[in-house]
């Protein structure tokens, strides 16, 4: 089943502690990102990677770091967590080129962190 | 970066036809409108999506306007489970275009189902 999947689903955390959140998806898509979504806010992109190795900012990146080792896997990172990262985090992923689908997204089921 | 805008929220009756429109004034040529919706709990799905001309497929239809400065998805007979948050956006149709990395999503329509 094509898919991408976030882990962990829910995390409860303290200010300062290191977290990653992993996505992973099945489909051999080149794009992938990471967005945040807050009440009233609507979804912001936080970072998105074109393919292995290339990432690029969002619009809400500050805080934030990603990378791109491997095709299926966009982990995002927060290296020090403060309470107003406290959100819940979808990540998603596309073909690149036009020409190998139609561009659509695919969304995992989301990620909801709260920072204390 | 191209934006779109949307009303804040909807209302409609169970099997009545839905209508929800969309802007996008500064539109470039290789930019194509995807439409994409989020039932509560869950992550956005895709809908549908068109570049020129209007498109049907088995979810909804998406009119475009001549001019492609706007957009209406229609929702031929709403059901309850249509209640939603649907977003237009965007996105260029190839990975050289400006908008196909970098998305804007908004806010969205929420779009409120009543029996």
């Known amino acids: 089943e094509a898919q991408v999947t976030q882990n962990p689903r829910y995390l409860i955390t303290v200010t300062g502690k290191k977290l990653t959140v992993t996505c992973s998806q099945n489909?051999?898509?080149?794009?992938m990102s990471w967005y945040r979504q807050d009440p009233g806010l609507g979804l912001r992109q936080i970072y998105y990677?074109?393919?292995?190795?290339?990432?690029d900012k969002g619009d809400v990146p500050e805080g934030y770091k990603v990378s791109r080792k491997e095709k299926r896997n966009f982990p995002l990172i927060l290296e020090s967590p403060s309470p107003n990262q406290t959100s819940l985090y979808f990540c998603?992923?596309?073909?690149?080129?036009?020409?190998?689908?139609?561009?659509?997204?695919?969304f995992g089921e989301g990620s909801r962190l709260t920072v204390l | 970066d191209a934006k779109t805008t949307q009303p804040n929220s909807m209302e409609s009756n169970e099997e009545e036809p839905v209508h929800l429109p969309c802007n996008h004034s500064?539109?470039?040529?290789?930019?194509?409108i995807h439409w994409y919706r989020q039932l509560p709990s869950q992550g956005p799905e895709y809908v549908i999506h068109?570049?020129?001309s209007n498109v049907n497929n088995r979810m909804a239809s998406l009119a475009i306007a001549e001019d492609r400065k706007s957009s209406t998805l229609i929702l031929h007979r709403a059901t309850l489970r249509d209640a939603a948050v649907y977003y237009c956006?965007?996105?260029?149709?190839?990975?050289?275009?400006?908008?196909?990395?970098?998305?804007?999503f908004g806010q969205g329509t929420i779009l409120t189902v009543h029996p």
């Open positions: 998603a992923s596309s073909y690149r080129a036009r020409n190998r689908g139609t561009g659509e997204l695919f």
């Open positions: 489909m051999n898509h080149e794009y």
């Open positions: 990677s074109m393919n292995v190795e290339v990432t």
């Open positions: 500064t539109i470039s040529g290789t930019d194509y």
């Open positions: 068109g570049l020129t």
């Open positions: 956006i965007l996105r260029a149709s190839n990975a050289g275009g400006t908008s196909y990395g970098k998305l804007t």
